[in-house]
């Protein structure tokens, strides 16, 4: 499916998208492009004043500014002096002053500490933890150990300060928690400047202007991201704004399937990536491809070798992502294969050992006097070609309304309720009056759409000229389109022919059976030979399955295949 994508646009000096570049490359989810707008003093001053309501939006939501901030880091700085100052007591340092003889102010380990000066000195011990010791000296003395800067203030005075620090923050946040009451007012401020900034650029946009140029980007992310990307944008030196992508802003298109249908999505990018407003064919390329393919191949041993090539190109560094696909093919092509009853050329539903309940699942007989196989793979291309028929029809019913896709819905009720009605009243599911008055139904509602309301805006007339000529169209080309899906048949038809080719011309080298030179020619014959016809295979399992979804698939369900693919800048 296809993923939602938001629009956001940016607006920021020149100066600054390399290292706005280098931000957006860090979210990892920016699909951007780029394109540049004259500057003058006019939308300057529009920016500068965005830029400062955008600033006071985030200074009051978020409850912290840099006046904040160097609150906070004063009282820290404070705090932390206040713990060194706690050993020392209170103390009046006028006082000490005054006593007219130095004081000295130590701290040593309790191991350095000698209790010998105690009665050497006039010493006091305040304080004594953590494997330290602190104490004073009145007067000289000389210690083994150099003295530390006096205190600025006593531990009293540090909690006092603390004290009138907490009140100042708590003030100011009282302010910020007040100003919260103004960020209506202020998103309305901010959401007109950048309006009037878009509008000014816009026409002004084919001027110059010889002072510089802004930088304007336009970018695309998938929806679910917006919560994520708004609060970093919140942090960038930048002006935006986001909305809804549409289908006329082209956004990239992000294609988001399981594991399993992921596989294929290679496939869908050699054709082109759906429109935003499109449908992602990727699941039923996974479905159909697979089929196509197996049904191609035919041969239920060549299944098993694209299996083993798929597990053993997980060691190929190069072609480790492709290893699943093949893996997938291979699993399919060995189903299909037993379903068609073909192991390496040799058709096993002729093998006596093979048991019956295998045997019920393989394809074999006539119908109505044609190849079963045959028969199944025209009945194949008939639901592929009703599904497209389908999927056309619903999504021309939500891009255009139900009024303005009438004549679609004429084609799909004509051509999908037929081969509906015609299968039930085929195994007797409906009485044939019954069927005789829905196809009549049909018919006429159907041809109302087709030649009568194709357009509903245009003249009748033409309605019916324009449905004479789409009819013609359809008939020839559905027709052929039918008749493309032979190929399943006859692909898997002459691999498994020729497949049994080269085990017949291997069985003739050996001759009467004996061991000699006839026995390697048997295995040369065989492993070259099949070697060559799973190449051939493969190559006719790829292009034509391809064919077949590209062109009838593709065409009858309307898919464009124009969008690009979505590609977000990393670090």
Same mark, same amino acid.
């Given at each position: 499916m296809i993923e939602r994508m938001t629009r956001y646009d940016f607006i920021l000096l020149s100066g600054q998208k390399e290292e706005f570049i280098r931000e957006l490359g860090t979210l990892g989810v920016m699909d951007i492009t780029r394109s540049f707008k004259p500057v003058d003093e006019k939308s300057r001053d529009i920016m500068s004043r965005l830029e400062a309501v955008k600033?006071?939006?985030?200074?009051?939501?978020?409850?912290?500014?840099?006046?904040l901030q160097e609150l906070k880091a004063a009282r820290s700085e404070l705090f932390r002096e206040s713990e060194s100052l706690v050993h020392w007591?209170?103390?009046?340092?006028?006082?000490?002053?005054?006593?007219?003889?130095?004081?000295?102010?130590?701290?040593?380990?309790?191991?350095?500490?000698?209790?010998?000066?105690?009665?050497?000195?006039?010493?006091?011990?305040?304080?004594?933890?953590?494997g330290k010791t602190w104490f004073v000296v009145f007067g000289e003395a000389k210690l083994p150990v150099a003295p530390l800067p006096a205190p600025s203030m006593s531990i009293g005075e540090a909690e006092a300060l603390l004290a009138v620090k907490d009140a100042e923050i708590e003030d100011y946040r009282k302010q910020l928690e007040d100003l919260k009451g103004s960020l209506p007012a202020l998103k309305e401020q901010e959401s007109a400047l950048a309006g009037e900034l878009s509008r000014y650029l816009a026409g002004i946009g084919g001027e110059r202007v010889a002072d510089g140029?802004?930088?304007?980007?336009?970018?695309?992310?998938?929806?679910?991201?917006?919560?994520?990307?708004?609060?970093?944008?919140?942090?960038?030196?930048?002006?935006?704004?986001?909305?809804?992508?549409?289908?006329?802003?082209?956004?990239?298109?992000?294609?988001?399937?399981?594991?399993?249908?992921?596989?294929?999505?290679?496939?869908t990018d050699m054709y082109g990536r759906p429109d935003y407003n499109e449908f992602d064919p990727t699941p039923y390329l996974s479905v159909f491809f697979l089929l196509f393919f197996a049904m191609c191949m035919g041969d239920a041993g060549y299944g098993l070798v694209l299996i083993i090539g798929g597990i053993l190109l997980k060691k190929v560094e190069s072609m480790k992502k492709l290893a699943p696909l093949v893996s997938i093919l291979g699993v399919g092509t060995f189903v299909v294969g037993i379903v068609m009853h073909t192991f390496f050329g040799v058709?096993?539903?002729?093998?006596?050992?093979?048991?019956?309940?295998?045997?019920?699942?393989?394809?074999?007989?006539?119908?109505?006097?044609?190849?079963?196989?045959?028969?199944?793979?025209?009945?194949?291309?008939?639901?592929?070609?009703?599904?497209?028929?389908?999927?056309k029809t619903v999504y021309a019913t939500r891009n255009r309304g139900f009024l303005g896709s009438l004549g679609i819905w004429g084609w799909t009720l004509l051509i999908v309720g037929g081969v509906v009605v015609g299968a039930l009243a085929m195994f007797s599911l409906l009485p044939p009056k019954v069927t005789k008055w829905i196809i009549i139904g049909l018919g006429?509602?159907?041809?109302?759409?087709?030649?009568?309301?194709?357009?509903?805006?245009?003249?009748? #007339?033409?309605?019916?000229?324009?449905?004479?000529?789409?009819?013609?169209?359809?008939?020839?080309?559905?027709?052929?389109?039918?008749?493309?899906? #032979?190929?399943?048949?006859?692909?898997?038809?002459?691999?498994?022919?020729?497949?049994?080719?080269?085990?017949?011309?291997?069985a003739m080298t050996l001759g009467d059976g004996s061991f000699g030179i006839g026995w390697l020619a048997f295995v040369l014959i065989l492993v070259i030979g099949h070697a060559l016809n799973l190449a051939m295979c493969c190559l006719g399992a790829f292009v034509h399955p391809l064919r077949l979804n590209f062109l009838e698939f593709f065409k009858n369900s309307g898919y464009d295949g124009r969008g690009r693919q979505y590609r977000p800048i990393g670090n």
């Open positions: 600033a006071e939006i985030r200074r009051i939501s978020k409850g912290t500014d840099a006046h007591g209170e103390y009046d340092r006028a006082r000490l002053d005054s006593l007219g003889i130095p004081v000295n102010f130590y701290c040593v380990s309790d191991k350095s500490f000698d209790k010998a000066w105690e009665e050497e000195y006039p010493l006091e011990v305040l304080d004594s933890a953590k140029a802004l930088t304007v980007f336009e970018g695309f992310a998938p929806e679910s991201e917006k919560e994520r990307l708004a609060a970093a944008f919140d942090n960038m030196s930048c002006v935006w704004t986001s909305s809804e992508a549409t289908v006329e802003d082209n956004p990239p298109i992000k294609l988001r399937n399981n594991k399993f249908v992921k596989q294929f999505e290679t496939l058709d096993i539903s002729a093998l006596p050992w093979i048991p019956s309940w295998l045997k019920a699942v393989m394809i074999t007989g006539t119908i109505a006097g044609f190849e079963a196989q045959m028969v199944l793979s025209l009945a194949i291309g008939v639901i592929h070609l009703c599904l497209a028929m389908v999927v006429v509602v159907s041809a109302m759409g087709i030649f009568l309301f194709n357009d509903i805006s245009r003249n009748p #007339l033409k309605n019916i000229g324009s449905g004479l000529w789409e009819t013609y169209n359809t008939v020839t080309g559905l027709l052929g389109d039918v008749l493309s899906y #032979l190929r399943l048949y006859a692909l898997g038809l002459a691999g498994g022919m020729l497949g049994n080719a080269f085990n017949s011309i291997a």
